[in-house]
């Protein structure tokens, strides 16, 4: 049974980076059939999926247009988890944020997002 | 890009059938997949790839797509199926290539 347990700060300073991790159990961030996702809900803008990384024979990210230039998505093989950092942050990213599995959807392609982490509320305030 | 409708709100009774609809533009060429949230948890997958159930899911939960609406059919409704349920596709021409609904609010009666 696969098992993402998040942790990081629920308070961040505005302009400040936000950082969260997500822990695997279960399975491997090095899969070659599995990407480690970001994703946030917040009443405004609802579920709002940020960026992934995942392994084909090399590492790979994608990140959604909106926040492209602020995000970065990195795995670590070494404690089998992977990360978020979402820099200079403003009062509009204050959402709960949460980590999720994806697998690719046999018949039509593109993945869906199997396992989530428990979530974490961050609040960006002075 | 692809946006993604649903009805803010489905009423049911329990023991009857809920239907919760995600519209989108020819979205039966995708693979559709529903997720159930109830209040403070993170949400579950519940159909994935149109019409196949994860382990655990029950049987009462069932999906189809095809044309411009794929459908999340809950038969027996029950209270514990009193949640949130969102759509979700994977749509590489768009800004964020996981989509999501905007939501459903399933209430038993």
């Known amino acids: 049974q696969v098992q993402l347990q998040q942790s990081g700060p629920g308070l961040v300073k505005p302009s400040q980076t936000l950082s969260l991790t997500c822990a695997i159990s279960?399975?491997?961030?090095?899969?070659?059939?599995?990407?480690w996702n970001w994703i946030r809900q917040s009443p405004s803008r609802g579920l709002e999926w940020l960026g992934r990384?995942?392994?084909?024979?090399?590492?790979?990210?994608d990140y959604a247009i909106s926040v492209r230039g602020r995000i970065t998505v990195n795995p670590d093989t070494s404690k089998n988890q992977f990360s978020l950092q979402l820099n200079s942050v403003t009062p509009e990213d204050t959402a709960v944020y949460y980590c999720?599995?994806?697998?690719?959807?046999?018949?039509?392609?593109?993945?869906?997002?199997?396992?989530w982490g428990q979530g974490t509320l961050v609040t960006v305030s002075s | 890009s692809n946006v993604l409708t649903q009805p803010p709100s489905v009423s049911v009774a329990p023991g009857q059938t809920a239907r919760i609809t995600c519209g989108g533009n020819?979205?039966?060429?995708?693979?559709v997949h529903w997720y159930q949230q109830k209040p403070g948890q993170a949400p579950v997958l519940v159909v994935y790839d149109d019409s196949d159930r994860p382990s655990g899911i029950p049987e009462r939960f069932s999906g189809s797509n095809s044309g411009n609406t794929a459908t999340l059919t809950i038969s027996r409704v029950e209270a514990g199926d009193e949640a949130d349920y969102y759509c979700q596709v994977w749509d590489i021409t768009s800004i964020h290539p996981v989509v999501f609904g905007g939501g459903t609010k399933l209430t038993v009666l």
């Open positions: 020819n979205i039966g060429s995708k693979g």
């Open positions: 990384t995942y392994y084909r024979s090399k590492w790979y990210n």
């Open positions: 279960g399975d491997s961030v090095s899969s070659n059939n599995a990407a």
């Open positions: 999720a599995r994806g697998t690719m959807a046999v018949r039509k392609g593109g993945d869906y997002l199997d396992y």
